[in-house]
């Protein structure tokens, strides 16, 4: 194993100080292991919080900012962060106008953000929770019941979070990242496994002709392993599985294409060039795009497809300013 470390124990500290150190805007308690905005809660303003394992920067320490989240907790790498920081962040990140957590669909995201609401109500502050649970690959794994969370995330975080930057109520912010949340589906390949600190190895075993398709961002197993296809082939298997759930004839678009931390920026180009296309064919208009890294697993190759069917509602919020260490424009 080669990974640009200090020592295992020390992964995320050391990344908290250099993310720290890279943005001055951003609030680093290492030791707390939160992240927040520089100088404290907006008066009147929902709070948004969201937090899960480290190993998926930019997600979601990256994503602290005008326009989308107040606070980020990290947990160990792919490990999700506990209840105590959960509720540190809630505390912080209150102005009165109540909190909204936005969770990723794993079992220990959606414990944990339980208990840190409990917490919350006991302090008197009123928290709403979003599950976000997009992937169309696998309806139950070794890490949730149900769908798990993956690139919507990154969509009801900015969207939801452009409507509280306007100070909307509670119930309004919660709403619409509910409404980004069904509208959204993503679908995962992965052409390697990753490499975990700790593990020293990779997480799975993937021969060097195979794909793993509709992989976890953890590396959890997908659909089914097949021979390793054109990025085109991937493509159409990503875009079939999202389409026979969330028909996209006839839409207009937001589309993401995701790396997944070991995969170049010139095979994303590719990649998104290919996804544009099978939307094409299947009907659908893609009117706003990403592509490049978002939410990662460590130095796995590979990529993700997500999709949300758009409102001119949820454009308008889309298209709001943001300014975060990984998303910003408008400002």
């Known amino acids: 194993m080669k990974k640009v470390i200090n020592s295992v124990e020390d992964v995320v500290r050391d990344a908290l100080n250099g993310l720290a150190a890279a943005h001055p805007e951003l609030s680093v308690d290492v030791v707390g292991k939160v992240i927040t905005r520089a100088g404290g809660p907006t008066p009147g303003k929902v709070g948004l919080i969201s937090g899960g394992g480290s190993g998926h920067e930019p997600l979601h320490g990256g994503f602290v900012g005008l326009?989308?989240?107040?606070?980020?907790?990290?947990?160990?790498?792919?490990?999700?962060?506990?209840?105590?920081?959960?509720?540190?962040?809630?505390?912080?990140?209150?102005?009165?106008?109540?909190?909204l957590h936005i969770v990723k669909n794993y079992t220990g995201d959606v414990l944990n953000f339980k208990m840190a609401a409990?917490?919350?109500?006991?302090?008197?502050?009123?928290?709403?929770?979003?599950v976000v649970n997009d992937d169309v690959?696998?309806?139950?794994?070794?890490?949730?019941?149900?769908?798990?969370?993956?690139?919507?995330?990154?969509?009801?975080?900015?969207?939801?979070?452009?409507?509280?930057?306007?100070?909307?109520?509670?119930?309004?912010?919660?709403?619409?990242?509910?409404?980004?949340?069904?509208?959204?589906?993503?679908?995962?390949?992965?052409?390697?496994?990753?490499?975990t600190p700790a593990a020293g190895k990779p997480g799975f075993d993937l021969p060097a002709d195979e794909v793993e398709l509709?992989?976890?961002?953890?590396?959890?197993?997908?659909?089914?392993?097949?021979?390793?296809?054109?990025?085109?082939?991937?493509?159409?298997?990503?875009?079939?599985?999202?389409?026979?759930?969330?028909?996209l004839a006839g839409q207009d678009l937001l589309v993401m294409v995701n790396g997944l931390g070991g995969t170049p920026l010139i095979e994303l180009y590719i990649a998104y060039q290919d996804v544009a296309?099978?939307?094409a064919a299947l009907g659908g208009r893609i009117t706003r795009q990403l592509v490049g890294n978002y939410i990662t697993s460590l130095d796995m190759a590979g990529f993700t497809v997500t999709v949300c069917k758009l409102t001119n509602d949820l454009t308008t919020l889309w298209d709001a300013p943001v300014r975060t260490p990984a998303l910003r424009w408008g400002v």
Request: net charge negative; charged share 20%.
């Open 118 to 130: 409990e917490l919350a109500d006991d302090d008197g502050i009123e928290v709403a929770t979003v």
């Open 214 to 247: 509709g992989v976890g961002i953890h590396g959890e197993p997908g659909r089914h392993r097949v021979k390793l296809q054109t990025s085109s082939e991937l493509a159409g298997v990503a875009l079939s599985a999202i389409n026979d759930d969330m028909p």
């Open 137 to 195: 690959a696998v309806e139950d794994s070794l890490y949730t019941a149900g769908r798990r969370g993956t690139g919507a995330t990154v969509f009801v975080e900015k969207i939801a979070g452009a409507l509280a930057e306007q100070k909307a109520p509670l119930k309004a912010v919660t709403d619409v990242a509910n409404e980004v949340n069904e509208r959204s589906r993503s679908f995962g390949i992965a052409l390697t496994a990753c490499t």
């Open 277 to 279: 296309s099978h939307i």
């Open 67 to 99: 326009g989308m989240l107040d606070a980020a907790c990290p947990g160990e790498v792919f490990t999700s962060p506990v209840p105590d920081q959960m509720a540190q962040a809630t505390r912080d990140v209150n102005s009165g106008a109540g909190v």
